[in-house]
């Protein structure tokens, strides 16, 4: 079975914190990902790596940055957090072309 | 622009009944769409998935169908069970500037399933 483990399940965090979220997968998986999921606005694509040092821009980019340094594991950076990234986070991999990606259970993160 | 629509928030069927999800897309580029269920606190799951080169796929009491020519997708769930009570997600997959591994999800649909 695909393992995808989130470093937290709730992160309480303050203005201008940098926050790291850490995403591990144990399938030797090439793709993973970072999500936000917003009520109303359902899952949207933060940042992607499809291989270790790579990463491309998802739909919201904006005010997170990645670190791929190893192929299992997979952070997102909030440089300096703010009320409005207050949101869950999902970590996604996936394997090769395969378009099917599996999910770890989410960090609830709340910027106060 | 968003390319994935899941036009209902919400739907509420009584256990044993058809649940018909919903999902339209506009970009004619997706040939691969998935369908993902979610319960709270939980990561979203894979449910079933479809290529563009089928219009129908059934696994157990899920089925997807597919009109490419509408556009448009729908999840089948006979019968409904309580346990099926969820947000449910569409999602659809194309080549994109060479990453055609991304997936464009929609903005999900809480399906209530009362006994």
């Known amino acids: 079975d695909v393992k995808v483990t989130q470093s937290s399940r709730y992160l309480v965090k303050r203005t201008g914190e940098k926050v790291f979220l850490e995403c591990v997968q144990d399938m030797d998986h090439e793709n993973m990902f970072w999500y936000r999921q917003d009520p109303g606005l359902g899952l949207r694509l933060i940042y992607f790596?499809?291989?270790?040092?790579?990463?491309e821009k998802g739909d919201i980019p904006e005010g997170y940055s990645v670190s791929r340094e190893k192929k299992e594991r997979f952070s997102l950076i909030l440089e300096s957090a703010s009320t409005n990234q207050t949101s869950m986070y999902l970590c996604?991999?996936?394997?090769?072309?395969?378009?099917?990606?599996?999910f770890g259970p989410g960090t609830r993160l709340t910027v106060t | 622009d968003q390319q994935v629509k899941q036009n209902s928030p919400s739907l509420s069927v009584q256990e044993g009944r058809i649940s018909i999800l919903n999902c339209d897309y506009t970009?004619?580029?997706?040939?691969?769409f998935l369908w993902y269920k979610k319960y709270p606190a939980e990561g979203p799951t894979f449910l079933i998935s479809?290529?563009?080169?089928?219009d129908k796929n059934e696994d157990g009491r899920f089925t997807v169908f597919l009109n490419k020519s509408a556009k448009h997708l729908s999840l089948h769930i006979v019968p409904s069970q309580p346990g099926d009570s969820a947000v449910y997600f569409c999602a659809a997959s194309g080549k994109s500037g060479g990453s055609n591994y991304k997936l464009t999800f929609g903005k999900g649909t809480l399906l209530t399933v009362n006994p």
């Open positions: 479809i290529s563009s080169i089928k």
């Open positions: 996604a991999s996936s394997f090769g072309t395969l378009r099917g990606q599996y």
């Open positions: 970009n004619s580029m997706f040939d691969y």
């Open positions: 790596s499809y291989d270790v040092k790579m990463k």
